[in-house]
C-alpha cells in the first residue's frame, strides 16, 4: 500500500513517475480522439491501423541499422510506425471507395496483410546480431521499463497536439459522425474529415504504442468512450468526459504497475478503463442497468396502481397480487380490499381522466394529440386549459365513486 501510494502521489521513483504522467496524457488523448471514431460506428477502423503499425516499427528498425545507428530511437520508430499505418489507412480507404468490398472487408484485409508483414519482419529482426536486444516485441503489448525523458517528450507533444485537432475539429467531426449528407450539403468534404478522424487516430495510435502496445491501444480509443456514453447524451461532453476517463485509467494503470514491478503497465491501463467501463454499466444514474431498472420498476408500479384504482372506481375484483401490495402500502385500501376515503378520491380522479381521454378522441380528430394517450400522461400536458374546459362541459359535473371492492 506504501509504494501504491507513493506512486499515485508521484514519488515512486523517475521513472515510475514519467511512466504515469505519460500514462495520463496518452489516455486523454485516446479518450477524446476515439470519441468520433466511435459515433461514426469505424470502431474496427483503429484496429486497422494499429495493427498496420507494426512493419513500420520493423522497416524503421532496419533503416537505422543500415544507417549506422542502434535502431532503438523511439522518435525514429514512431516515423516509421506512422508511414505504414498511413499508408494502410490510405488503402483501405481506397479499397472501400474503389472497390465493391464493404468497409469491414477493407478492414480485414489491411489489419490482416500489414500485421503479416510485421510478423515476418519482427522475425527477421530477431536474427540479426543488433535485433536482439532491440526490444522490439515490446510494441506488441507496451513496454515501459525503458522509457526516456525524451520518450515522454514525444508522448505528450503528441498527446497534446492531438487533443488541440480534436477541438479544432469537433464542429465538422461532430456534424459528420451524426449525419454526413447533411454534412456535405452544409459545404463540408466528408473525405477530408474522415480521413482528418482516422489520421488523429493513427497519431495516437502511434504514440500509445510505446505504453500500451498496438493490440490494447484499441481498448484505450474504445472503451473510454464507450464509458462516456453512460453519462451524458450531448456529444460535446462525450469527448471530455471520455478524455477524463482515459487520462485517469492511465494515470491508475501506471502508478499500480509502478508499485507491482511485476504487473505489465500497458494491460494494467486497459483494465483501469475496463473497470470504468463496468461501474458505468451498472451504476450510471441515467443509462445504466441499475438506473434502467429503477425506472421499470417505477413504471410498473404507476401502470399498477392506475389499474388498481381503475378496478376500483369500476367496483371489479383486483386479483393481480402486486397491485393489492401496492394499493395497500399506499394507503389506497384496507387489508380486506376496502377503499379508504383517500383511495376512492384518487379513483374517481383516474377514471375521470379516463373518460375526459375518451371525450377527447371523440372531439378531436388529431391522432398527433390524442394519439399520446398512455394512460399515464396527465391530459393537462396535452390540451389547453380552455380544452380541457370544454371536455369537462361536455362531461357534465364530476362523479364520486361510494364503496369498495
Known amino acids: 500500500m506504501t509504494g501504491l501510494l507513493a506512486a499515485l502521489t508521484l514519488q515512486a521513483g523517475y521513472n515510475a513517475t514519467l511512466v504515469t504522467l505519460g500514462a495520463a496524457l496518452l489516455g486523454l488523448a485516446a479518450g477524446a480522439t476515439g470519441t468520433f471514431l466511435f459515433l461514426r460506428k469505424r470502431a474496427l477502423v483503429a484496429d486497422a491501423v494499429a495493427h498496420a503499425t507494426l512493419p513500420g516499427v520493423g522497416l524503421a528498425f532496419l533503416a537505422m541499422v543500415a544507417l549506422g545507428g542502434d535502431g532503438r530511437s523511439l522518435p525514429g520508430l514512431l516515423i516509421g510506425s506512422a508511414?505504414?499505418?498511413?499508408?494502410?489507412?490510405?488503402?483501405?480507404?481506397?479499397?472501400?471507395?474503389?472497390?465493391?468490398?464493404?468497409?469491414d472487408a477493407a478492414i480485414g484485409?489491411?489489419?490482416?496483410?500489414?500485421?503479416?508483414?510485421?510478423?515476418?519482419?519482427?522475425t527477421v529482426i530477431q536474427t540479426m546480431s543488433a535485433g536482439r536486444q532491440a526490444g522490439l516485441e515490446g510494441f506488441l503489448l507496451g513496454s515501459t521499463a525503458g522509457m526516456l525523458f525524451q520518450d515522454g517528450l514525444v508522448i505528450a507533444a503528441g498527446g497534446t497536439a492531438a487533443v488541440l485537432a480534436t477541438w479544432l475539429l469537433r464542429r465538422p467531426m461532430t456534424l459528420v459522425a451524426f449525419d454526413p449528407g447533411y454534412a456535405a450539403a452544409l459545404g463540408y468534404d466528408v473525405r477530408r474529415i474522415d480521413l482528418a478522424m482516422m489520421g488523429l487516430v493513427m497519431a495516437v495510435t502511434v504514440i500509445g504504442l510505446k505504453v500500451v502496445g498496438l493490440i490494447l491501444i484499441v481498448a484505450m480509443l474504445i472503451i473510454p468512450t464507450v464509458t462516456a456514453r453512460f453519462w451524458t447524451q450531448r456529444a460535446g461532453r462525450v469527448v471530455?468526459?471520455?478524455?477524463?476517463?482515459?487520462g485517469l485509467s492511465g494515470y491508475l494503470g501506471a502508478a499500480i504497475s509502478a508499485s507491482a514491478p511485476a504487473l505489465p503497465?500497458?494491460?494494467?491501463?486497459?483494465?483501469?478503463?475496463?473497470?470504468?467501463?463496468?461501474?458505468?454499466?451498472?451504476?450510471?444514474?441515467?443509462?445504466?442497468?441499475?438506473?434502467?431498472?429503477?425506472?421499470?420498476?417505477?413504471?410498473?408500479?404507476?401502470?399498477?396502481?392506475?389499474?388498481?384504482?381503475?378496478?376500483?372506481?369500476?367496483?371489479?375484483?383486483?386479483?393481480?397480487?402486486?397491485?393489492?401490495?401496492?394499493?395497500?402500502?399506499?394507503g389506497l385500501i384496507r387489508p380486506d380490499g376496502v377503499a379508504t376515503d383517500r383511495g376512492r378520491a384518487q379513483a374517481a380522479r383516474v377514471l375521470r381522466e379516463e373518460r375526459r381521454w375518451a371525450e377527447a378522441r371523440s372531439l378531436h380528430q388529431d391522432?398527433?394529440?390524442?394519439?399520446?394517450?398512455?394512460?399515464?400522461?396527465?391530459?393537462?400536458?396535452?390540451?389547453?386549459?380552455?380544452?380541457?374546459?370544454?371536455?369537462d362541459r361536455r362531461l357534465?359535473?364530476?362523479?364520486?365513486?361510494?364503496?369498495?371492492?
Open 265 to 330: 503497465t500497458g494491460p494494467i491501463i486497459v483494465l483501469m478503463a475496463a473497470g470504468a467501463f463496468v461501474l458505468s454499466l451498472f451504476f450510471a444514474p441515467v443509462r445504466g442497468v441499475l438506473a434502467s431498472a429503477l425506472r421499470h420498476r417505477r413504471f410498473q408500479a404507476r401502470v399498477h396502481r392506475r389499474q388498481g384504482l381503475l378496478a376500483l372506481a369500476r367496483h371489479d375484483p383486483i386479483r393481480e397480487p402486486f397491485t393489492l401490495r401496492l394499493l395497500r402500502r399506499e
Open 367 to 391: 391522432t398527433g394529440l390524442t394519439g399520446r394517450y398512455d394512460g399515464l400522461t396527465p391530459i393537462e400536458e396535452v390540451f389547453t386549459p380552455d380544452e380541457i374546459a370544454e371536455i
Open 240 to 246: 471530455w468526459i471520455a478524455g477524463a476517463i482515459g
Open 109 to 122: 484485409a489491411v489489419l490482416g496483410s500489414f500485421f503479416g508483414l510485421g510478423v515476418v519482419l519482427l
Open 83 to 103: 508511414v505504414t499505418a498511413g499508408l494502410g489507412l490510405l488503402v483501405m480507404e481506397w479499397i472501400a471507395r474503389r472497390t465493391r468490398l464493404a468497409e
Open 396 to 405: 357534465g359535473r364530476p362523479f364520486a365513486v361510494p364503496g369498495g371492492v
